[in-house]
């Protein structure tokens, strides 16, 4: 048994040492060009993240634009852009009964907080225009209003 444990151990170790631990970083090129040429909302993107923030997903399916994203210290974000009026989209992504915690300005935008949607998901909205763009996730507030603040036309 010893013999079968031990390779496994140097595997894992190798492995890790090579830096293969990180999570894959996903090309949103195709997705984003699919958003544009629908031409339903104008696209916000995020730009000028520090370190350790990582697109892990990227769909646009039925008008709604979901973006998953890492970010550091372990926490987990979507970002969800869609033409759907914030009345309809907030209960699909955050959950049926959400609670507005009131408005917050980030980076000069007016958005509005919402909690207790989904257990130990925090949420911020902002609507402008045509567009309602929903972060939701498990994440700290900070990390929220970090992603918020990132966002570009």
């Known amino acids: 048994m010893l013999v079968l444990i031990i390779p496994v151990f140097l595997i894992v170790a190798f492995y890790r040492y090579l830096g293969h631990e990180d999570p894959p970083v996903v ?3 195709e997705v984003y060009g ?3 040429r629908a031409g339903r909302f104008e696209l916000l993107r995020p730009e000028g993240l520090a370190d350790g ?3 892990a ?3 646009y399916t039925d008008g709604i634009l979901r973006i998953g994203i890492t970010a550091p210290d372990s926490g987990a ?5 869609s033409a759907d009026p914030a009345a309809v989209l907030v209960p699909a992504v955050i959950g049926k009964t959400p ?3 009131g408005p917050a300005t980030i980076a000069g935008a007016e958005w509005h907080r919402w909690s207790e949607g989904r257990p130990g ?3 911020i909205v902002r609507t402008d225009g045509n567009r309602t763009v929903i972060i939701v996730g498990h994440a700290k507030q900070d990390q929220l209003d970090q992603l918020a603040g990132s966002l570009r036309a």
Do not use: F, G, K, Y
Not at 77 to 81: C, F, H, I
């Open 27 to 29: 090309d949103t090129t």
């Open 34 to 36: 699919s958003v544009q």
């Open 53 to 55: 923030w990582r697109i």
């Open 57 to 59: 997903s990227a769909t």
């Open 77 to 81: 974000l979507q970002l969800v852009e």
């Open 99 to 101: 609670h507005d915690d």
């Open 121 to 123: 998901e925090r949420a």
